[in-house]
């Protein structure tokens, strides 16, 4: 079996491109090389017979037309996911996030083999208030660029389905953590600023909740619905019920990593920022999928992924400097 996994060189993408490996599929990794991706997370997969990259562009129509034709699935991963960034430059997100999507749709469209399954976020959902819980069916009501542009992708997606009869599976995932993920991320970002007792830019008063899932559940959840799916057409909620603060997380990294909590530092809030996500993936629990490692494991794996290799990865990478300074400088002053 072939499977097309674009965006292979990002956190999500590396791990389920690794698993595909494998379990013996024939994987193709399309990866644009953006400052997210980093060839390291693929290192182990170059060489293996039943594994290729292309670098190359979602949107280079001619490109991914012929990288869908003869596949049996695509997975798509390729995206621009950092809601901080889509505040600073939203129209890359419109390009990626839904011409990139309707590009690959397009192929799928013409190849008429190919199902997808494509990624999506509960942010779509956008902010609910305590108690409620988005079902697969809740309305869209995304704040940020990013969230937008994942909502509008999911619109395509769903008029592709109804018009042309796309067989195309929609997973909207809760947030997703473990190692592998860019360093400027919430988790990475707090554990190496912790680790080097650097003060901790926490935005606002902290309570802002999200629903946590830790990767190796999300490669499963990928597994079983691929397993399954590829001739299904469906909407699909992925979560762990893990719902934590940012502050509790960010204390928790301070104990984990024997920093003081007093490295916290509350700083200006951002825009528009969302106080609570919360999903309801009680379908795709009823059809035997739940999630196995728990929050507190997975965040001491995480860390502990992070004291061995974050160092490395901020330093070798010269743009997360500069980010960092754009992003936090004024708000650390
Ligand atoms: N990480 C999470 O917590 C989370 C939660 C829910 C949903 N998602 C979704 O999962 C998917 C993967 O997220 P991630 O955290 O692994 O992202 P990531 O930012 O770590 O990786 C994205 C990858 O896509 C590649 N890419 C970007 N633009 C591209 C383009 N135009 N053409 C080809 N490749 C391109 C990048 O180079 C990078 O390797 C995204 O669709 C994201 O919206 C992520």
């Keep these: ?17 690794r698993a595909f490996v494998t379990d013996g599929w024939e994987v193709t990794n399309l990866d644009k090389l953006t400052y997210a991706a980093n060839p390291a997370n693929v290192a182990g997969l170059a060489g293996q017979p039943n594994y290729r990259f292309i670098e190359g562009d979602l949107c280079d129509a001619t ?45 799928i469209r013409a190849d008429g083999r190919a199902a997808l399954l494509h990624m999506s976020t509960d942010e779509v959902f956008g902010s609910l208030p305590e108690p409620e819980e988005a079902a697969e069916d809740a309305p869209f009501a995304p704040t940020s660029p990013y969230s937008a542009s994942k909502a509008a992708a999911e619109l395509m997606v769903r008029a592709y389905r109804e018009t042309y009869g ?16 860019h360093v400027e991320k919430f988790i990475p970002l707090f554990t190496i600023r912790a680790l080097a007792g650097e003060p901790m830019p926490l935005y606002g008063d ?5 629903e946590w899932l830790y990767v190796d559940d999300l490669v499963e959840a990928i597994r079983f619905v691929a397993r399954g799916s590829s001739s299904d057409v469906r909407e699909i909620n992925v979560g762990s ?82 980010y960092f300074r754009a992003q936090y400088g004024q708000r650390l002053k």
């Design 241 to 322: 019920g893990h719902r934590v603060t940012n502050i509790e997380i960010a204390r928790r990294i301070c104990e984990l990593t024997e920093r003081p909590a007093s490295l916290i530092h509350p700083v200006l809030d951002r825009p528009g920022h969302d106080r609570r996500y919360a999903i309801d993936w009680s379908k795709l629990r009823a059809t035997g999928w739940s999630p196995k490692v728990d929050f507190e494991d997975g965040l001491a794996r995480t860390v502990a992924w992070y004291t061995a290799h974050g160092r490395e990865r901020a330093e070798g990478d010269d743009r997360f400097a500069g």
């Design 166 to 181: 796309l067989p195309v599976t929609v997973l909207r995932c809760c947030n997703v953590f473990g190692p592998l993920q």
């Design 206 to 210: 902290g309570l802002q909740q999200r």
């Design 63 to 107: 490109l991914v037309r012929d990288l869908v034709a003869g596949m049996d699935l695509v997975l798509n991963f390729a995206a621009e996911t950092h809601v901080d960034r889509s505040l600073l430059d939203p129209a890359v997100f419109a390009r990626t996030d839904v011409e990139g999507v309707v590009c690959l749709l397009e192929a």
């Design 1 to 17: 079996m072939k499977a097309l996994i674009t965006g292979g060189c990002g956190f999500i993408g590396s791990h389920v491109a």
